[in-house]
Every structure is written in C-alpha cells, then in structure tokens.
C-alpha cells in the first residue's frame, strides 16, 4: 500500500505508513522519506514501519525505536528476523538449525504466542500484520501456500498451488495483496478480504 503523502524511494523491503515510507539501502541502512528531511537509521535492514515506530533487525536481533528521534520502545534478542509491526503487536520469525517459528509477541505485556513452526530447509516467509489480521507463505517442495487469520482465531490456507508460487502476502485494512510466479513470471494479485471463499479456491492452481 502507498502512504499518503510520502514520497516513492527506491530501496528493499518496502513498508509504508501514513505520510512515511521506510526501505533498506544497499550498505545496511534504513531510510524513512516522509514529508521533511529522511530519516536514516544506520546498520539496520528488514524494516517495519508503524505510524511513529520502525522495528528493524540489526546485529543483536529486532529492534522498535520511534524513528523521529530514536528513542528504543523494545527490543527481541537472539536469532530473529523478517519483523512487522502493528503495535502493540510485533510478528517475526526465530530460526535455529532445524526450524523456523512464526511468532507473535505483545510489546505492551511480553507475551509471545507460537503461530507455526516448519522445518528450516522449507521457505516460511515474512509475516504481513495489520492488526488485528495476519498473513504469511510456506513453500515446500510439493505446494506453495498463503496462510490468513484473523486474531486470535486459527490460521487456515487462502490460496495453495502445486503449479506456481504464490508468496509474499501483504495486507492492508480491507485487501490481500500477494504474487504468483509461474513459468519465470510474476504477477501481483489482489483480493478485498470479504470475497467468499469460493472465489478464493479460483485463485488456486
């Protein structure tokens, strides 16, 4: 989605905000273009803007700062990557030499809730938050899928494919915006959240 009145930057990892748009630079930065100077956060990549705050993943795990001034509002330790925010809820991913976890933590109350867990050789992607939904893609060697739930119910697969892969969901307050790739192109789809779930299985291969 496209924040308003933010200008369009090139960069990695996209994430946009109301009048705020943050992406990563080449050489471990982040730059936040908003109407006024930018903001760059040095040694900092895999951004997640929210309004005021940016979580970010630098050498010791995530970190929450308003980005404005810096000031840190939480940190996750350890083997975490792929953060985003819709506070006070934070999604990310912990990794170790077998698994990867999908994980959803409250900044506000500490507690943390194990969403899924996969073994590391399969692709679980970054989560898309925009409380109180959540989104994501796994991949296996024999299907690709998108997850969907909507807090605190449980996660079911929207869109699956044996074909094509269907990654990198994105969620905004009414929409899904995901991409198929097949036969070396892609394509950006786009489905309103209420569409009944027979018009969800068209999208399946």
């Not at 309004?51 to 975490?80: C, M, P, Q, S």
Request: no cysteine.
């Amino acid at each position: 989605p496209t924040a308003e009145g933010a200008r369009i930057t090139s960069g990695m990892d996209p994430s946009a905000t109301v009048g705020a748009t943050a992406v990563a630079k080449q050489g471990g930065s982040v730059v936040i273009r908003r109407r006024g100077p930018d903001v760059v956060v040095p040694n900092a990549s895999q951004p997640s803007i929210d309004r005021g705050l940016l979580a970010y993943v630098d050498v010791n795990g995530i970190k929450v700062i308003r980005w404005a001034d810096g000031t840190e509002v939480a940190r996750v330790t350890g083997a975490v990557s792929h953060p985003s925010l819709s506070w006070p809820l934070l999604a990310f991913r912990r990794d170790t030499s077998r698994t990867s976890r999908l994980v959803l933590r409250n900044l506000k109350t500490g507690s943390a809730r194990r969403i899924t867990k996969v073994k590391r050789s399969h692709d679980l992607g970054r989560p898309s938050l925009r409380r109180p939904r959540l989104a994501w893609h796994l991949t296996t060697r024999r299907v690709s899928r998108i997850y969907y739930m909507k807090l605190p119910r449980r996660p079911r697969v929207l869109i699956q494919s044996k074909v094509s892969l269907v990654r990198d969901p994105a969620l905004t307050d009414k929409r899904l915006l995901w991409t198929t790739t097949r036969s070396g192109r892609a394509y950006l789809r786009v489905r309103h959240l209420r569409t009944p779930e027979r018009r969800w299985r068209v999208a399946q291969d």
